[in-house]
């Protein structure tokens, strides 16, 4: 079987090195347009601000060791488009023949038509070429006052990275609040005062109209000018869609699959960043784009391809950041997003502490749990805290994905140490809340 994976990130990566495993002799052909297999794009920020001190160190393999399993390596190639009559990829090196196909071709950074968006001195933040120019330019031109247009993740993270090598930041942000697809205004709040705590800056509501200078020296905002030496354009990531488009396969947002990852033609898999699959709580096409989305994906799609009856379930599109040493975890549907589509909940919220009241070093953390009221089951979960909101995320969303209900959560077992946890668990508390609105 010859198996032929377009995109050498993530998805792309991971897919070859599990189908080597589960079949010792399939022709495995990975093409990919960077010059490097995969890194991790989540780590590109810290690469920024020094906590990593080389963008190199964010590659996982060398190119070398996907030699070793027999992948052939076909990179800084480009793929111009795909023959499904004749199961070919045609690259701008000659054509390349398939049996199955793997579309792992990612996203791309959303730019909006700003008037001076290509000047000197704006950035995106998606690939180690935008890592190296940031650094080129911080370097070159020493920058004192940065603005980054987009409070999502990467907008964020940038920020971060950008007061940690001393500039003034400011945050410009369309909608109301920071982090507004994964948060409520509430939760969204307590992010905002420990950046600001920090010397990070905000402007909601409000867009960006011009970038002024080349390089820059200011940015329009709303009615004011203010002056900037770096922009980042942080305004989210757009689905590589185009190449399945123009071979005829069915696309939306992403490019459309099916359970086991397959597209309209089912010789052709598509997995990443760039595959539409199934909301858990809405049961509506949406995305994924988080690098575990991607290497379940992969794990998936290469099983189904060596015969095993997998499916990729339906996504609550768990993530997790951390800002300033606060932690973020979230996971399914927002409050805001559940009256958008019309689902009653009940919510429980708590804010607590990580430790017992009477041991020392315990960190304010507070739990925001949303259910269904039709039928009690947990679909949604925000938890922002000092310490340890890994663990508590994971948790919610494994009971999440099993169906757990408000009983489940508020009489989970829990573990107890003064130096650890409370007695009570915040999120069994923050479940015992919504109880009683139940009630």
């Not at 942080?234 to 396969?249: F, I, Y």
Request: aromatic share 6%; charged share 25%; net charge neutral.
């Amino acid at each position: 079987m010859k198996i032929v994976v377009v995109g050498s990130g993530t998805a792309g990566s991971n897919f070859a090195l599990f189908m080597r495993k589960l079949d010792r002799k399939a022709e495995i052909t990975v093409i990919g347009k960077e010059p490097t297999m995969q890194y991790s794009p989540c780590a590109l920020p810290h690469v920024i601000s020094g906590t990593i001190e080389k963008p190199e160190d964010v590659i996982v393999f060398p190119k070398e060791f996907y030699e070793k399993q027999k992948i052939e390596m076909m990179l800084e190639t480009e793929v111009k488009a795909i023959d499904l009559g004749r199961n070919v990829v045609i690259t701008d090196k000659g054509e390349v023949s398939y049996d199955k196909l793997v579309l792992a071709v990612g996203s791309k950074a959303f730019v909006p038509p700003i008037k001076g968006v290509e000047n000197k001195g704006v950035f995106t933040l998606k690939s180690l070429d935008d890592v190296r120019r940031i650094k080129s330019y911080i370097a070159e031109r020493k920058p004192k006052r940065a603005i980054v247009i987009g409070a999502g993740l990467i907008g964020l993270e940038g920020a971060e990275a950008f007061v940690k090598l001393g500039m003034e930041v400011l945050v410009v942000e369309l909608m109301d609040r920071l982090m507004p697809t994964m948060l409520d205004k509430d939760t969204a709040k307590l992010v905002q005062a420990e950046m600001e705590s920090h010397g990070v800056s905000f402007r909601f509501g409000v867009g960006v109209s011009e970038i002024v200078g080349s390089p820059v020296k200011a940015v329009k905002i709303g009615d004011d000018e203010i002056p900037a030496d770096l922009v980042l354009v942080a305004t989210g990531v757009r689905a590589n869609t185009d190449l399945a488009r123009q071979a005829g396969l069915e696309v939306n947002r992403g490019i459309v699959v099916n359970e086991h990852l397959q597209t309209s033609d089912p010789d052709i898999y598509a997995i990443g960043d760039c595959a539409e699959v199934i909301d858990a709580v809405t049961g509506k096409r949406t995305l994924s784009q988080l690098g575990t989305s991607a290497v379940r994906m992969a794990k998936v799609a290469a099983e189904h391809i060596a015969g095993k009856d997998v499916s990729f379930r339906p996504v609550f599109n768990t993530a997790i950041t951390e800002l300033f040493g606060l932690e973020i975890g979230t996971f399914g549907i927002t409050e805001e997003r559940a009256k958008k589509e019309g689902i009653d909940v009940v919510v429980g919220k708590f804010r607590g502490s990580t430790k017992p009241e009477y041991y020392p070093g315990g960190k304010p953390i507070t739990v925001k749990l949303i259910f269904r009221k039709s039928d009690r089951r947990l679909i949604g979960g925000q938890i922002v805290g000092g310490e340890r909101v890994w663990g508590r995320i994971m948790t919610l969303s494994a009971l999440a994905q099993k169906g757990a209900t408000v009983e489940d959560v508020a009489y989970l077992e829990t573990a107890y140490a003064p130096p650890i946890s409370p007695t009570i668990d915040p999120i069994t508390v923050a479940a015992e809340m919504a109880q009683r609105r139940f009630r």
